[in-house]
């Protein structure tokens, strides 16, 4: 399927999303929300895709969040797919990791995409925020709420209600940034995580992360771990094919052949 707005490509097992409306700093508007449901969608079913990273066109943005000036053009707001804003924020049963690989402004809504990513790469020219108070409106694309529990109340409220833009630097400091690096070694850094997410067992990781993102909403560490054991993906993990691979691989003293199933 071809896309007006992104660029897509799939690369073994890595599925990438290039934003691409550079002329507009990648803002997104509603068609380009209703395209990233459905690549998303695909990514979601597709057992050979184990791996997304998404990125920017251009040199100036990863996303500079909602094209203002055609939400001014609309007389009512277009509603969001259904799984919110950029058909990303609210897919809480996606347990694929997802990569997002930040050059430039990430800024209210873009930022809200790289907050429900797993792992952000930055390279130090780029910046957050959520600048929406200035806009009259609010960060509900799960901004407020991700970025309070990603660094802390005190901190998030300051950028939030102040509008602070703070450089990947400062990111890196607060926790939200995974990874800082050098403008021209954004691509290389990006490839590293990529080949090391690859080397473990597709199911593993998925249940990995489902426990890690699920047991944060469980009361205490105790519940989280006797949780775990109901968890859909770590379930299926229990029963794979990969979770017999890979003692079977380090006995014989040879590579695991991961099945992801």
């Known amino acids: 399927m071809s896309y007006e707005f992104l660029t897509i490509t799939h690369d073994e097992h890595i599925t990438r999303i290039t934003l691409n ?7 997104l508007h509603a068609p380009m929300h209703a395209e990233l449901e459905i690549v998303f969608n695909a990514f979601a079913v597709d057992d050979d895709q184990y791996l997304c990273v998404i990125d920017g066109a251009g040199a100036q943005a ?13 007389s009512s707001h277009a509603a969001y797919p259904e799984h919110g804003y950029a058909g990303l924020i609210e897919r809480f049963d996606l347990n694929k990791p997802i990569i997002a690989a930040v050059d430039g402004f990430a800024l209210g809504g873009g930022f809200e995409i790289a907050l429900a990513c797993d792992i952000i790469v930055a390279t130090d020219r780029s910046s957050f925020g959520l600048p929406e108070p200035r806009v009259g409106a609010v960060a509900l ?19 939030v209600l102040g509008a602070e833009r703070v450089s990947a630097a400062e990111g890196f400091r607060l926790g939200f940034v995974t990874e800082l690096v050098a403008n021209d070694a954004l691509d290389e850094a990006v490839d590293g995580w990529c080949r090391r997410i690859l080397a473990g067992a597709p199911t593993a990781i998925q249940a990995s992360k489902e426990a890690m993102i699920r047991g944060l909403g469980e009361p205490d560490l105790a519940t989280a771990m006797a949780s775990q054991e109901q968890y859909p993906a770590f379930s299926r993990w229990r029963r794979s094919e990969d979770a017999k691979e890979g003692p079977r691989a380090f006995a014989e003293k040879r590579a695991p052949n991961w099945k992801g199933r």
């Open 21 to 27: 409306r550079p002329e507009v700093m990648n803002a």
């Open 62 to 74: 990863f996303c500079a969040g909602s094209d203002l000036k055609d939400i001014a053009t609309r």
């Open 141 to 159: 694309g799960g901004g407020v709420h991700r970025l309070a529990r990603q660094v802390g109340l005190k901190q998030a409220m300051g950028m």
